[in-house]
């Protein structure tokens, strides 16, 4: 069975920045993009961030461009966000999911592999 394990969420001020990691097991993790998705209370499921198997490709939200950076290091099985300048629209539950492709993708129906979520809370 896949597994996908998220850390790194906390509260922190308006201005200041996360890193979250994803740890993932159970598959050839190398061959298979993986992404970020958000979710806050009384919203639907948001795209984040995604890169692609090599780690060459990505794809990002306008919301988060030049703010958020994805990177994975495919030896340890683990995909990184970097968040900064976070301002309090960010504030949500981040969860971390894994593709069915190779290709980095906006589509929620193109990961199959979902982490528990980590709690991101941005204070003004």
């Known amino acids: 069975q896949v597994q996908v394990v998220e850390s790194g969420g906390g509260l922190v001020q308006a201005g200041g920045s996360l890193r979250l990691s994803c740890a993932a097991s159970?598959?050839?993790?190398?061959?298979?993009?993986m992404g970020w998705f958000r979710q806050a209370p009384g919203k639907e499921r948001e795209f984040v961030i995604a890169?692609?198997?090599?780690?060459?490709?990505?794809y990002y939200a306008d919301s988060v461009k030049g703010r958020f950076t994805i990177s994975r290091d495919n030896a340890k099985n683990t995909v990184y966000l970097q968040m900064n300048t976070l301002k309090p629209e960010d504030t949500a539950v981040y969860y971390c999911?894994?593709?069915?492709?190779?290709?980095?993708?906006?589509?929620?129906?193109?990961?199959?592999?979902w982490g528990q979520g980590t709690q991101v809370t941005v204070s003004s």
């Open positions: 999911a894994g593709g069915v492709f190779g290709r980095a993708s906006r589509l929620v129906n193109e990961y199959a592999y």
């Open positions: 159970g598959r050839t993790f190398s061959r298979y993009a």
């Open positions: 890169i692609d198997y090599s780690g060459l490709n990505t």
